[in-house]
């Protein structure tokens, strides 16, 4: 009985967790920067303006700055991708901007894992704030 127990509670917080981890779906840079040459992602940098001033994801919509307008500068198909990104894999700032677009009606968010750093890593480029 101890077992069945300790089982059902393995199994409980086992599928919290993979609920919690999937709650937007990853996007690998590879495919961002398809998405980025046919024009088809609104980005979301959610480092804070100071991280955004020094280098972003060239075309990256500053969340910090446009959080309250932030309807303003999304498409106005609430279908179209929408990636939202902070430092590294740990970070969990981006979980902000993702939920701002979702309660704006937005269906298709996308997690970018590797954040700005990944990105540099990978030997992208970025681009200054204005």
């Given at each position: 009985?101890?077992?069945?127990?300790?089982?059902?509670?393995?199994?409980?917080?086992?599928?919290?967790?993979?609920?919690?981890?999937?709650?937007?779906?990853?996007?690998?840079i590879k495919e961002l920067k398809t998405d980025m040459a046919a024009k088809k992602v609104t980005l979301l940098d959610?480092?804070?303006?100071?991280?955004?001033?020094?280098?972003?994801?060239?075309?990256?919509?500053?969340?910090?700055?446009?959080?309250?307008?932030?309807?303003?500068?999304?498409?106005?198909?609430?279908?179209?991708?929408?990636?939202?990104?902070?430092?590294?894999?740990?970070?969990?700032?981006?979980?902000?901007?993702?939920?701002?677009?979702?309660?704006?009606?937005?269906?298709?968010?996308?997690?970018?894992?590797?954040?700005?750093?990944?990105?540099?890593?990978?030997?992208?480029?970025?681009?200054?704030?204005?």
């Amino acid at each position: 009985m101890k077992r069945l127990i300790a089982l059902a509670f393995s199994i409980a917080a086992l599928s919290a967790l993979s609920v919690y981890a999937g709650e937007y779906a990853d996007i690998t840079i590879k495919e961002l920067k398809t998405d980025m040459a046919a024009k088809k992602v609104t980005l979301l940098d959610a480092n804070g303006t100071e991280s955004w001033q020094k280098g972003h994801i060239p075309g990256a919509i500053n969340f910090e700055t446009s959080g309250k307008d932030l309807a303003k500068v999304l498409p106005k198909d609430k279908n179209a991708l929408v990636v939202a990104y902070c430092g590294n894999p740990k970070c969990k700032a981006y979980q902000s901007a993702a939920k701002a677009a979702e309660k704006l009606g937005y269906t298709n968010i996308k997690h970018l894992s590797a954040g700005i750093a990944g990105w540099k890593d990978a030997g992208e480029p970025t681009e200054a704030g204005k």
